[in-house]
C-alpha cells in the first residue's frame, strides 16, 4: 500500500504540500526524517519519544543492518518495525551512499554532511589525497566491500541490495546506485550515471515485495546536462518515489542551481526525496524548489555534541554562561526536555559526560525540527511561500 496526493501547490514557487500514505501509517510532507542508522535514533532517543515528538517516519541503514545483526535475524523478529518497536514509517537506504563513503570518500577525503561541499571547508584543495585505503570497489556487476568491523569481504549487487531490503520490511526502500564524488570529473560521472541506470533497471526487476515503495535515485554530480539526462530516465521508470542524491556540487549554491535542473523534469505524481541534506537554513530552499522530505544526522548529531536548536541561532550548552541558567533551552518551546529541565543541568550533564545529555538534547533538536516542518508546511498552505 503506497499513496502520494498533492493537497496544495504554492502559487510562489515549486512548495507543496502532501500526504504519503504507507501499510505503517502517513507522512505529511514536506517532511524531515531523523536517521536511525543501526535501527536507533543516537541518542538514546525511544520510539515513544519519537511519537511524542511528532516523527512519522524514520531512516535506517541497509549496509550497517547487513553487517549487524543482519537481515535474516531482523526478518525473523518480525522485521524492523517489531524489531525496533517502530509503529511508524520506515526507509531504508540501498547501501549505495557507503559505496561513496567508504570507497571514493576516502580516497578524496570528502565526508558527508557540510563537507560534501568542499569549496566550503576552509583550507580545502580539489586535490584527492590518495593516503588511505578504500573499503569498497566499484565494479559493473556491483560493490565489493571490506567490513569495517572484522575485514569480511562483502560484494552488494542490486539484486542483493533489494533482497536486504525486503527482509528489513521497511516501507518505502530504494534502488542500488553509484553516488559520486564531488572532485570527479565528468568523464568518470558519465560512466557512474550510467552505471546506475543499468542498476536501476536491475533493482526494479529484483523486487517482488508489493508492500513496499521502491525510490529510484538522480545522480548527475554536478553537470548539467548529465542531470537532466538522469532526471528524465528515472523518472520514466516504474518507481513509486524519486530521490536526489550524490554529489550536489562544490557549494550550498551549487546544490540549489542543481535542483533548478533537476526537479521540473520529475514527475509530479511521485514525491521527491533530497537524499543526506537536513540543515534548516537549507531545508526552507530547496523545498521552495519543490523537494518533499529529507533524511539527515545533522540535528541529531548536534544534539550529541552540545549544540541546541533555537529561534536564534544555535547555543553550545557547555558555554560557560550557562553554568546557573535557571531557564530551558527555549522557553517557548513545548519539548519534554525544556518543561522539564534547565540549561544548567543540561549543561552540568555535558561536563560530566552522562548520557542522559544527549538524550534531552536530541529530544529537543528533533521537536525544534519537527516544529520548522510544520511551520513550513502552514506557510504553504497560507500563501506565504
Not at 532517543?45 to 549487524?68: Q, S
Not at 590518495?130 to 562483502?154: M, P, Q, Y
Request: aromatic share 8%.
Amino acid at each position: 500500500m503506497f499513496h502520494f496526493k498533492i493537497i496544495k501547490k504554492s502559487k510562489k514557487s515549486l512548495a507543496r504540500i502532501g500526504i504519503i500514505k504507507t501499510s505503517h501509517g502517513i507522512i505529511h510532507t514536506p517532511a524531515f526524517v531523523p536517521v536511525a542508522t543501526q535501527a536507533v535514533i543516537k541518542g538514546a532517543v525511544e520510539p515513544d519519544d519519537l511519537k511524542k515528538i511528532g516523527v512519522e517516519v524514520i531512516f535506517a541503514n541497509t549496509y550497517h543492518l547487513h553487517l549487524r545483526p543482519g537481515e535474516k535475524i531482523i526478518k525473523k523478529q518480525g522485521g524492523l518495525h517489531k524489531f525496533m518497536n517502530f509503529n511508524g514509517v520506515i526507509m531504508t537506504d540501498s547501501g549505495g551512499f557507503q559505496a561513496f563513503s567508504l570507497g571514493w570518500g576516502i580516497e578524496h577525503n570528502v565526508g558527508k554532511i557540510a563537507n560534501i561541499f568542499p569549496e566550503e571547508i576552509r583550507g580545502r584543495n580539489n586535490q584527492a589525497p590518495k593516503n588511505k585505503n578504500k573499503l569498497a570497489i566499484i565494479t559493473e556487476e556491483g560493490v565489493r566491500f571490506r567490513s569495517h568491523i572484522d575485514g569480511k569481504e562483502i560484494f552488494l549487487t542490486p539484486e542483493k541490495s533489494i533482497a536486504i531490503q525486503q527482509k528489513l520490511g521497511a516501507d518505502i526502500i530504494f534502488a542500488f546506485d553509484e553516488c559520486t564524488s564531488p572532485l570527479h570529473n565528468k568523464e568518470y560521472t558519465a560512466s557512474a550515471l550510467e552505471r546506475t541506470h543499468r542498476w536501476a533497471i536491475r533493482s526494479l526487476k529484483a523486487k517482488t515485495s508489493p508492500k513496499q515503495a521502491l525510490y529510484g535515485i538522480v545522480q548527475g554530480g554536478a553537470y548539467k546536462d548529465l542531470r537532466q539526462k538522469s532526471a528524465k530516465f528515472i523518472s520514466n521508470l516504474d518507481f513509486d518515489g524519486i530521490a536526489i542524491g550524490g554529489s550536489l556540487g562544490k557549494s550550498k549554491s551549487e546544490m540549489l542551481k542543481i535542483l533548478k535542473w533537476v526537479v521540473p523534469l520529475l514527475k509530479k505524481k511521485h514525491p521527491r526525496h533530497l537524499l543526506g541534506i537536513g540543515s534548516l537554513e537549507d531545508i526552507k530552499n530547496c523545498i521552495k524548489l519543490g523537494i518533499d522530505t529529507f533524511d539527515c544526522v545533522w540535528p541529531t548529531r548536534l544534539a550529541r555534541n552540545g549544540a541546541l536548536l533555537t529561534e536564534n541561532g544555535r547555543i553550545i550548552i557547555l558555554n560557560s554562561r550557562f553554568k546557573n541558567d535557571k531557564n530551558p533551552i527555549e522557553k517557548n518551546c513545548f519539548c519534554h526536555t525544556c518543561q522539564n529541565y534547565s540549561r544548567a543541568y543540561l549543561r552540568h550533564l555535558f561536563q560530566t559526560k552522562e548520557m542522559l545529555g544527549a538524550r534531552l538534547a536530541t529530544i529537543h533538536n528533533l521537536h525544534f525540527t519537527n516544529k520548522f516542518f510544520k511551520t513550513i508546511r502552514n506557510d504553504i498552505i497560507n500563501g506565504k511561500i
